[in-house]
């Protein structure tokens, strides 16, 4: 954890400090794990001479820093009786800490594991996804949510953010480990990720500790060759099947995967196999499936028991941003989530740029168990939202025909709170202190009162429309100025000084405030 490897998976800073260039010499070779470096191994306290150990049991533990917790597991496709396990100590990567007896064959093993990245790591089984992937973005948590073991795709031209929302998802995410894939893209991201995530915290029981100790890069940049392009997704995916055998919850983030694409276009273009559609490969929609399909939320193999996920999120750069391209037309028939980001919206400055009418989650259904147990009055306050949200589309275009003044006064204030919900709630500013990061019960606080104070504006207005003195739009913008202000300075309460506690207790506040003031308003 903490490295930076390059897409074959060799240790981009041990070659720096060995050959003090800039540049990767040619035929260079060093091995991924460090062969110097001491790590203290506990064998598990079950494990004795005589046992018997089959594929995916765990024998050893390494604590390698504060946040994980290494465990030495057997490769899948070794078993036998114990003949030999090393005692507690410090060990190198080439040690042997266990001997094992099969059929009458001695076999030897450290604790390193090889593997071949483009075979699928078994497990025991897969289960079905039901714990939501919370990112921290109040658009993507409220209305397109994903879950740890889901497959998610974003799509968008150039300068729309994919960096950005890839990036605070490796730093907010509710992960336990982080493997992020530079693919083709430009350098200076992975040096900004090398730069800004040392300096990034998050608290563990009370300490705080660095969001590089959970992380490990993976940086094929558009400068470097081509065919360890194509193998650095294959190397980031099997780096995320190992954690997720030891029974964490992994995401991977691949930036990005057209790059990939390309790179398979050029190995097949001098391979001179038969291209298809814009030149990429046959074979282009079935690669991208058997990557996509590795995610998933798994039973692992071997003892004990346990389990673990793996999250996939791709970018994809359309050219142009065009998403009838081939790439991005297989990825969206093979992912459940599609965050469509927006060029129009980027250039509105409104970040993330997602697309609140052309993006979709097909995990909606997997999370209402989750909702139901933990946030029971969300899944119809996200409906609500979506509802607003279209209406305001379909009244667009009436608007710009007639002017807002023709409108009925019930549309108006339709238009209003999906101008609210639009600018103060889906809009986030991720270089802010109090917005970088929206934990999901302010997601929910803020979405409950702008959809509590539209119910009460409707029925203020519909149960008033035959008296003589009627409430309209107007008026309540007039009486409500200070509430409509509060409502738009919700998203300044910052969760790291002021506390779930305090946070919970402001919004009922407001709440209480608004019901007061269409009381008063009514009578």
């Known amino acids: 954890m903490g490295a930076i490897f390059d897409g074959i998976q060799r240790p981009l800073s041990d070659i720096s400090s060995q050959t003090q260039s800039i540049y990767i010499p040619r035929g260079i070779n060093v091995s991924a794990l460090s062969r110097d470096i001491k790590w203290d191994f506990t064998p598990c306290k079950n494990l004795r001479v005589g046992s018997h150990i089959t594929g995916g049991d765990i024998y050893g533990i390494v604590n390698e820093n504060s946040l994980i917790r290494h465990k030495i597991m057997l490769p ?13 100590g410090n060990y190198d990567t080439s040690d042997v800490v266990l001997e094992l007896e099969f059929e009458g064959i001695k076999e030897k093993f450290s604790m390193v594991q090889i593997w071949p990245v483009r075979q699928v790591r078994p497990v025991t089984e897969k289960l079905p996804a039901n714990h939501p992937l919370l990112t921290g973005q109040r658009v993507l948590d409220a209305l397109f949510p994903c879950v740890q073991g889901g497959t998610t795709a974003i799509p968008g031209a150039f300068g729309c953010g994919k960096t950005v929302i890839s990036q605070s998802l490796s730093k907010y995410s509710n992960s336990d480990v982080i493997i992020y894939v530079g693919c083709g893209e430009r350098g200076n991201e992975m040096s900004e990720v090398l730069r800004d995530f040392p300096e990034l915290t998050m608290e563990v029981d009370g300490k705080v500790e660095s969001i590089m100790k959970r992380t490990a890069l993976v940086a094929n940049t558009s400068n470097m060759p081509v065919a360890a392009r194509e193998a650095s997704i294959y190397t980031g995916i099997t780096l995320s099947e190992y954690f997720r055998d030891m029974g964490y919850n992994v995401s991977m983030m691949a930036d990005s995967t057209s790059r990939w694409a390309e790179a398979l276009r050029e190995i ?7 291209p298809a559609d814009s030149g990429y490969p046959a074979y282009l929609g079935a690669r991208l499936a058997s990557f996509y399909e590795r995610a998933g939320r798994v039973k692992c193999l071997g003892n ?10 791709g970018a994809v750069s359309p050219p142009g941003g065009d998403f009838s391209d081939p790439v991005t037309s297989a990825t969206l028939g093979i992912v459940q989530v599609f965050w469509g980001l927006d060029k129009k919206l980027a250039q509105r400055k409104h970040f993330p740029s997602v697309n609140w009418l052309i993006s979709y989650s097909k995990y909606m259904r997997a999370l209402d168990e989750y909702y139901d147990k933990h946030f029971t009055e969300f899944v119809p306050l996200r409906t609500k939202a979506k509802e607003i949200l279209q209406e305001e589309e379909d009244l667009a275009e009436i608007v710009q025909l007639v002017g807002k003044a023709s ?5 108006k204030i339709t238009l209003e709170v999906a101008k609210l919900i639009k600018d103060d709630f889906l809009q986030q500013n991720g270089y802010t202190p109090y917005d970088r990061f929206c934990p999901f019960y302010k997601t929910v606080g803020m979405l409950s009162n702008m959809i509590a104070f539209y119910d009460m504006a409707r029925r203020a207005v519909e149960t008033t429309a035959q008296s003589d003195n009627k409430i309209t739009w107007a008026i309540i913008r007039e009486h409500m100025g200070e509430i409509l202000y509060k409502l ?9 000084k002021d506390g779930e506690a305090k946070i919970k207790a402001d919004y009922a ?6 019901q007061n003031a269409f009381r008063s308003l009514e009578d």
């Open 509 to 514: 506040q407001l709440l209480e405030d608004m």
């Open 304 to 313: 004990p028991e346990r389990e673990g996920s793996v999250s996939i999120v």
């Open 76 to 88: 899948p496709r070794n078993r036998g009786t114990v003949t030999y396990i090393a005692p507690p």
């Open 407 to 411: 409108l009925a006064e019930t549309d």
């Open 488 to 496: 738009s300075s919700m998203k300044f309460k910052d969760p790291a």
């Open 268 to 274: 097949s273009g001098r391979l001179a196999e038969m």
